[in-house]
C-alpha cells in the first residue's frame, strides 16, 4: 500500500481533515472580545500543541519584546492572525508527518520547507514584512506537493528527481507528471478547507504567477518573498548550484533592488537559522551543509567546466571561419534528419486497417513519435510517445525509443515487460533530464482484446458509439526516469468502441481564437463528430483546428485512432 496514514488522522477527499479544535479555534477571528476561558477550553483539547505553540511564540523566531505564557497574552501583543496562521502551520506539519508515502522521505520535505521558511522570513523583514507571516507562508507553500502524491502515490517514486531540479524546472516537471496540475493549484482546495485566513492563502496559490496576478501591494510583496525563498532553498538541494545563486543574485537584485553582496549574507545564513527553528517545530534536519563550503565546490566545479581563456579564442576564430560553410551544411542535414525521422513512422495502411495515425511538428525536427506494426500471428504493437524538450536532442531520443520499440517488440509479447525492457535502456544511456512519456499496446484482431499500458502520457480516450468516454490514466512513470519502474497492462476488449491517443500537444495547443483546447474541448471535438467519417478523416478533423491559429506550434501534435478493423 502506497499511503498509510495512522489511525486518528481523518480525511475529506484526499485532503487530511482539520482536527475540530483548529476549526474552533479559527471561528474566534474577527471577535470583538476572545475570552481566556474560551482558550483554556480549546487549550485542554491539544495541551502539547498549544505548549508548542507558545515556545514558538516565546522563541527569537516570533520577535516578541515580552515573554508570554498564555495565548491570550500572545494574541493581545501579536494579534489573533499571526497567532492563528503559526498554530496552523504547526498542525499542518504535525498533520502530514503522521502519514507514511512510499517513495517521499518526508524529513527531506520537511527540511526543504524549513529553509524557504527561512529564507523567507530573512528576505521579508529587510523588505519590512512581517517575518512571522513571511515564515508561515514559506514553510506550507510546498504542501501542496504532498496532495498531489497523496492523490498519485504511484508518482512519489519521482521525489528525488524533483528534488535535485532548480525550481523552474521542477514546475515544468511537476505539470507533466501531474496531468497539468502543479503544487500552487493543489493548494486553493486546501487552503479553503483549512481555513487558511486570506493573507496567508492567496499568496500561497499564487507564488509562481505573482507578476499575472491580481493581488494588492502586500500579497504581491510576500509572492515576490516566497517565488525567492523557494530558489534560495534550492541552492541546498538541487544539482545545478551555480545556476541556482546567480538566479537569487537576479531575483534579489530585481524584486528587491538588494546589493548583490546581499544574496551570499542571506544564504549563509540560512542554517544557523535553521538550527535555532528546527529545535522549536520538532523538523529534523538530516543534511546539514554550510553555504560556503556549497559556494567552494560551485566555484570549483564551475573552474573545471571553463576552458582556458586563449583555447576559447582560437576556437571561436576557427568557428567563425567554418560558419559560412556549416550554414550552408546545415539545412541539408535537417532535411536529410526529417526525411529519416519521417521515415521511421510507419508506412499509410489501406482504409481495413485498424490504426491511423498522424503527427505535425512544431519545428523541423519532432518530439513526437507513433508506430504500429503486425507481428507474424496477426497481433498488431503500436504505441505513441513524446520526449521531453524541443530540438535536436528529442528528435535523436524519440529515434532512439522508437526504434527500440519496434525492435524488441518483434521478440517480447507483453507491451508491459516491452517498455520495461526499453526504460532500463533508457536510464542506461540516455541523457541526463529527459524523458519519453509513452502509451503503448498490443491488439488482437481476432478476438479484439486490447493491452494497454499508460508511461506518464496524458489520458487514452476511449469513446463508445454512442459518444460517451472514459479515460485511460497513466499508472507509470515515463521512461528514462526510474530504472526499476514497473508498468502494468490493463486489459479490455476493444469492441465497437475508438481509443484515441494523443500527446500533450494536443490538448495544449492554441486555436484560432487563441485559447488553449484542453481536455473538455477534446472530448468536445471528438464527441460531435460525424462516426461515418473515416478514421483518418476524424483525426485530421482534430489537427486542423490548430492549423489555422494565428500564433506557431507550442509543442508536436500527434494523434492515433483504434477502431475494430472494417469489413
Not at 507558545?54 to 516570533?62: C, R, T, W
Not at 537576479?250 to 535555532?276: G, H, N, Q, W
Not at 551544411?329 to 526525411?339: C, H, M, P, S
Not at 541523457?431 to 499496446?441: E, L, P, S
Request: aromatic share 8%.
Amino acid at each position: 500500500m502506497a499511503i498509510q496514514p495512522t489511525e486518528n488522522i481523518q480525511f475529506s477527499g484526499s485532503i487530511p481533515a482539520i482536527p475540530e479544535f483548529v476549526q474552533k479555534f479559527i471561528a474566534l477571528h474577527g471577535q470583538d472580545h476572545i475570552s481566556e476561558q474560551e482558550l483554556n477550553v480549546l487549550e485542554q483539547q491539544s495541551p502539547d500543541l498549544f505548549h508548542q505553540l507558545l515556545s514558538v511564540i516565546n522563541s527569537d523566531h516570533f520577535n516578541l519584546t515580552t515573554k508570554v505564557n498564555t495565548i491570550a497574552q500572545a494574541i493581545d501583543h501579536s494579534g489573533f492572525e499571526r497567532v492563528c496562521n503559526l498554530m496552523l502551520a504547526l498542525v499542518v506539519h504535525r498533520t502530514f508527518s503522521q502519514i507514511t508515502i512510499n517513495g517521499l522521505d518526508l524529513d527531506e520535505f520537511w527540511e526543504d520547507s524549513l529553509r524557504r521558511a527561512v529564507s523567507a522570513r530573512l528576505v521579508g523583514e529587510i523588505i519590512g514584512l512581517d517575518g512571522s507571516r513571511c515564515f508561515v507562508a514559506g514553510l506550507l507553500q510546498d504542501i501542496g506537493f504532498l496532495l498531489l502524491f497523496l492523490q498519485h502515490p504511484d508518482k512519489a517514486m519521482l521525489w528525488s528527481e524533483f528534488r535535485k531540479r532548480e525550481p523552474s524546472a521542477r514546475y515544468i516537471m511537476e505539470r507533466h507528471t501531474f496531468g497539468n496540475m502543479s503544487h500552487d493549484q493543489a493548494l486553493k482546495p486546501f487552503c479553503k478547507q483549512w481555513g487558511l485566513l486570506d493573507i496567508i492563502a492567496v499568496p500561497l496559490s499564487r507564488h509562481h504567477i505573482c507578476d499575472r496576478a491580481t493581488l494588492d501591494a502586500i500579497d504581491a510583496q510576500l509572492c515576490r518573498v516566497l517565488y525567492c525563498a523557494d530558489w534560495m532553498a534550492s541552492v541546498y538541494s538541487c544539482s545545478e548550484k551555480s545556476f541556482v545563486i546567480n538566479h537569487c543574485r537576479k531575483i534579489l537584485t530585481d524584486s528587491f533592488e538588494m546589493e548583490s553582496y546581499r544574496t551570499e549574507e542571506l544564504l549563509a545564513a540560512i542554517p544557523d537559522e535553521m538550527d535555532v527553528t528546527a529545535m522549536v517545530l520538532s523538523i529534523k534536519i538530516k543534511h546539514h551543509i554550510e553555504f560556503s563550503q556549497i559556494l567552494f565546490d560551485a566555484n570549483i566545479k564551475l573552474s573545471e567546466d571553463n576552458i582556458n581563456f586563449q583555447e576559447l579564442t582560437l576556437r571561436l576564430e576557427q568557428a567563425l571561419r567554418e560558419r559560412d560553410r556549416l550554414a550552408s551544411e546545415l539545412n541539408r542535414e535537417l532535411g536529410l534528419a526529417r526525411e529519416i525521422q519521417q521515415s521511421l513512422l510507419p508506412s499509410d495502411m489501406d482504409e481495413s486497417f485498424p490504426l491511423v495515425g498522424l503527427n505535425m511538428s512544431a519545428r523541423y525536427l519532432s518530439g513526437d513519435f507513433f508506430d504500429y506494426f503486425r507481428l507474424p500471428d496477426g497481433r498488431i504493437y503500436f504505441n505513441l510517445g513524446d520526449v521531453s524538450g524541443k530540438g535536436v536532442n528529442a528528435a535523436l531520443l524519440m529515434t532512439k525509443t522508437s526504434s527500440l520499440f519496434r525492435c524488441l517488440g518483434k521478440r517480447i509479447d507483453n507491451p508491459g515487460e516491452l517498455l520495461h525492457q526499453i526504460n532500463l535502456e533508457l536510464c542506461e544511456t540516455s541523457i541526463h533530464g529527459m524523458f519519453v512519456t509513452m502509451i503503448a499496446g498490443l491488439y488482437y484482431p481476432d478476438s479484439g482484446l486490447l493491452q494497454l499500458v499508460n508511461a506518464g502520457n496524458p489520458p487514452a480516450l476511449l469513446f463508445t458509439p454512442e459518444g460517451l468516454a472514459y479515460e485511460i490514466e497513466a499508472a507509470a512513470p515515463p521512461l528514462g526516469v526510474i530504472a526499476e519502474a514497473e508498468f502494468p497492462v490493463r486489459e479490455f476488449q476493444l469492441d465497437e468502441n475508438s481509443l484515441y491517443m494523443f500527446s500533450d500537444g494536443v490538448t495544449e495547443g492554441l486555436l484560432k481564437s487563441g485559447e488553449m483546447l484542453g481536455l473538455s474541448g477534446l472530448f468536445k471535438a471528438i464527441a460531435l463528430m460525424d462516426r461515418s467519417l473515416s478514421p483518418r478523416q476524424r483525426i485530421q478533423k482534430v489537427v486542423k483546428r490548430f492549423q489555422g491559429a494565428t500564433q506557431t506550434l507550442k509543442d508536436d501534435i500527434t494523434v492515433l485512432l483504434l477502431e475494430k478493423q472494417r469489413d
